[in-house]
């Protein structure tokens, strides 16, 4: 006979305090009412609530709940079905290294192993300081930079072992980290709050942009019959052919 565990049942989850349950309440309203139908607005209040705590809480699904006329199970079971939705306390800055067939041949396994033992964490872990949460991730949709290093959903192409330790080490360190291409890195929190509809108000970071490279458009420009570049290197390197390199001949082996 197999033993039972009997318990107290688990307590309500608390409020937010009244300050913060104002705001909340005034940020929900602006996300609902962007909808015909309330319930469609729960993926963004779930970014809403985890832009507060770094993580969606019982109290922030409580929140959701509340706000949306919904049960907290019916909440529980999108909050826990999306994996960019964390179950629990976070780094400030979500390192996912992808590990996809791909990224893994080209580096990303070599890059995730040296990461856990550079920083002394496993997958899903944290550093003792809180900045980093270290993650392998299935697929960055990226696969023509692999292997790539995404940094709160920001690309990091091209990476090496070498390069995602010192971008790790900066990020640590408070030193300047700039994604390969897109946006501005932000903590965590923001970029949650971001990704909740809210606008990004960080000088220039609208207008930074993720667009496709050369090494994205290489079968486009063979589709139509152009010559791809011999060369394809990350954006960020001084290499970097433009346009007209680009669109040129294919150099020859040896050249």
Same mark, same amino acid.
């Given at each position: 006979?197999?033993?039972?565990?009997?318990?107290?049942?688990?307590?309500?989850?608390?409020?937010?305090?009244?300050?913060?349950?104002?705001? #909340?309440?005034?940020?929900? *309203?602006?996300?609902?009412? !962007?909808?015909?139908?309330?319930?469609? %607005?729960?993926?963004?209040? =779930?970014? #809403?609530?985890?832009?507060? *705590?770094?993580?969606?809480? !019982?109290?922030?699904?409580?929140?959701? %709940?509340?706000?949306?006329? =919904?049960?907290?199970?019916?909440?529980?079971?999108?909050?826990?079905?999306?994996?960019?939705?964390?179950?629990?306390?976070?780094?400030?800055?979500?390192?996912g290294v992808c590990t996809n067939t791909l990224c893994a041949v080209m580096g990303g396994d070599a890059i995730f192993e040296a990461l856990q033992r550079h920083l002394g964490v496993g997958n899903g872990e944290t550093t003792e300081d809180g900045k980093i949460t270290l993650e392998h991730i299935e697929c960055n949709a990226a696969c023509d930079y692999a292997p790539v290093v995404m940094v709160n959903w920001e690309f990091f192409d091209n990476q090496t072992v070498d390069s995602a330790k010192r971008m790790v080490d900066d990020l640590r360190e408070g030193r300047t980290v700039e994604p390969t291409r897109g946006a501005p890195l932000c903590t965590f929190k923001e970029t949650a709050r971001i990704l909740a509809g809210?606008?990004?108000?960080?000088?220039?970071?609208?207008?930074?942009?993720?667009?496709?490279?050369?090494?994205?458009l290489v079968g486009l420009r063979l589709a139509k019959g152009e010559a791809a570049p011999g060369r394809v290197v990350s954006p960020r390197s001084a290499d970097y052919p433009s346009d007209e390199q680009a669109s040129g001949p294919v150099a020859e082996e040896g050249e």
């Open positions: 006979m197999t033993d039972v565990q009997l318990g107290m049942p688990r307590l309500p989850a608390p409020d937010y305090p009244a300050e913060v349950r104002a705001r #909340l309440e005034a940020d929900a *309203e602006d996300v609902i009412g !962007r909808y015909p139908d309330s319930r469609s %607005a729960l993926l963004p209040l =779930l970014h #809403l609530v985890q832009s507060e *705590e770094g993580h969606v809480t !019982r109290t922030g699904v409580r929140f959701c %709940a509340e706000v949306l006329g =919904l049960t907290t199970a019916e909440v529980t079971a999108v909050a826990t079905f999306y994996s960019m939705y964390r179950r629990g306390p976070s780094g400030d800055y979500q390192v809210f606008p990004d108000a960080r000088p220039g970071a609208v207008e930074a942009t993720g667009g496709a490279g050369p090494a994205s």
